[in-house]
């Protein structure tokens, strides 16, 4: 039955492509959405976001929380305020720039950006490994493609990043 819905999707109209893949993005949507809810007593959405952007990137300073979030750098002051208060992350000062504060992950944080991230992983594979042998392979193959469509090989720390000017 599913190498036949393959058949027809290969040779078939650009719709029921789309449609695949619209599917195959909400199951991706919903592990990430998990992910994030296991957490969210924890931290914001924006908190997770800047947590990952520190664990993938290494330290950062508020400039840059701002601009990966998009708001103000007030709102990233606060929002970094709270993951020190929770001791996620911590700040230090940088010698040789001392307008500059490295905002870099605590023990902790690196712990909850794993469970986070080793989550989806699993989450992940558990879906993988529901699909047929034969058509895993196939599935990574197109994912790569699909990413690398779009001009990149996305990120592998499961973060998301939107151009909006692309």
């Given at each position: 039955?599913?190498?036949?819905?393959?058949?027809?999707?290969?040779?078939?109209?650009?719709?029921?492509?789309?449609?695949?893949?619209?599917?195959?993005?909400?199951?991706?949507?919903?592990?990430?959405?998990q992910s994030v809810v296991e957490?969210?007593?924890?931290?914001?959405?924006?908190?997770?976001r800047v947590l990952v952007m520190?664990?993938?990137?290494?330290?950062?300073?508020?400039?840059?929380?701002?601009?990966?979030?998009?708001?103000?750098?007030?709102?990233?002051?606060?929002?970094?305020?709270?993951?020190?208060?929770?001791?996620?992350?911590?700040?230090?000062?940088?010698?040789?720039?001392?307008?500059?504060?490295?905002?870099?992950?605590?023990?902790?944080?690196?712990?909850?950006?794993?469970?986070?991230?080793?989550?989806?992983?699993?989450?992940?594979?558990?879906?993988?490994?529901?699909?047929?042998?034969?058509?895993?392979?196939?599935?990574?193959?197109?994912?790569?493609?699909?990413?690398?469509?779009?001009?990149?090989?996305?990120?592998?720390?499961?973060?998301?990043?939107?151009?909006?000017?692309?």
């Amino acid at each position: 039955m599913i190498l036949g819905f393959v058949e027809r999707i290969e040779d078939h109209d650009a719709d029921a492509q789309i449609d695949a893949v619209l599917r195959a993005a909400n199951v991706l949507l919903r592990v990430v959405a998990q992910s994030v809810v296991e957490v969210e007593d924890v931290v914001t959405s924006p908190q997770l976001r800047v947590l990952v952007m520190i664990a993938s990137r290494g330290p950062q300073n508020l400039g840059a929380v701002a601009v990966e979030l998009g708001v103000h750098p007030s709102n990233a002051t606060r929002i970094c305020e709270r993951l020190v208060n929770a001791g996620l992350i911590g700040r230090r000062d940088d010698p040789g720039d001392r307008r500059y504060r490295a905002l870099s992950l605590t023990p902790e944080g690196v712990s909850l950006v794993n469970t986070v991230l080793e989550h989806r992983r699993k989450a992940v594979a558990a879906v993988i490994g529901r699909m047929p042998a034969e058509l895993r392979g196939v599935c990574a193959v197109g994912m790569d493609a699909f990413a690398a469509a779009d001009g990149g090989e996305g990120s592998e720390d499961g973060r998301f990043s939107i151009d909006l000017d692309g």
